[in-house]
């Protein structure tokens, strides 16, 4: 769990200040991102920019003092990644800002470091669902599950 609840840290921290750079060093690309309102494929550092200044604007503007996430879970399959689960709630000051969220994520391990390859947000607020997946000009795919990343070995 240490590994998870680093890159929790390392992005919630740089989500609030807005360091990019610190933000990017814990994803790897592409990267799959998924919500209840649709998914995308981030390809390049500017899809990722784009993605990452949209929820720093969120925080921004609805006044966001800190990002509060809690790690459920983070196991290895059997293809040597991790699977994590996680908590999110944003404060403002005491307040909590909505509602609680919940995501899923994969983690693999490139080099020396542990990226994170895809991640799935159970966010009940439909704007900041939205306002994740469609930050740029790109197509996304509103009609995709946004709970599924792929056929498993179990539905082949």
């Given at each position: 769990?240490?590994?998870?609840?680093?890159?929790?840290?390392?992005?919630?921290?740089?989500?609030?200040?807005?360091?990019?750079?610190?933000?990017?060093?814990?994803?790897?690309?592409?990267?799959?991102?998924?919500?209840?309102?649709?998914?995308?494929?981030?390809?390049?550092q500017d899809d990722l920019r784009h993605t990452f200044d949209a929820v720093h604007m969120h925080c921004v503007h609805h006044q966001v003092?800190?990002?509060?996430?809690?790690?459920?879970?983070?196991?290895?399959?059997?293809?040597?990644q991790i699977k994590s689960a996680h908590t999110t709630r944003l404060l403002v000051g005491a307040q909590q800002l909505g509602q609680t969220?919940?995501?899923?994520?994969?983690?693999?391990?490139?080099?020396?470091?542990?990226?994170?390859?895809?991640?799935?947000?159970?966010?009940?607020?439909?704007?900041?669902?939205?306002?994740?997946?469609?930050?740029?000009?790109?197509?996304?795919?509103?009609?995709?599950?946004?709970?599924?990343?792929?056929?498993?070995?179990?539905?082949?």
């Open positions: 769990m240490q590994v998870l609840e680093y890159t929790l840290r390392v992005t919630g921290d740089a989500l609030l200040s807005g360091d990019f750079d610190a933000f990017a060093s814990i994803f790897d690309l592409p990267h799959h991102i998924s919500t209840f309102e649709g998914s995308r494929t981030l390809r390049t003092t800190s990002v509060v996430r809690e790690c459920i879970s983070a196991e290895f399959d059997e293809h040597g969220s919940m995501a899923y994520g994969v983690l693999r391990l490139k080099g020396a470091r542990w990226l994170t390859t895809a991640s799935q947000y159970a966010v009940p607020d439909k704007k900041f669902s939205q306002t994740m997946i469609i930050s740029s000009n790109r197509p996304v795919n509103t009609n995709a599950d946004p709970l599924r990343q792929s056929k498993g070995p179990a539905e082949t």
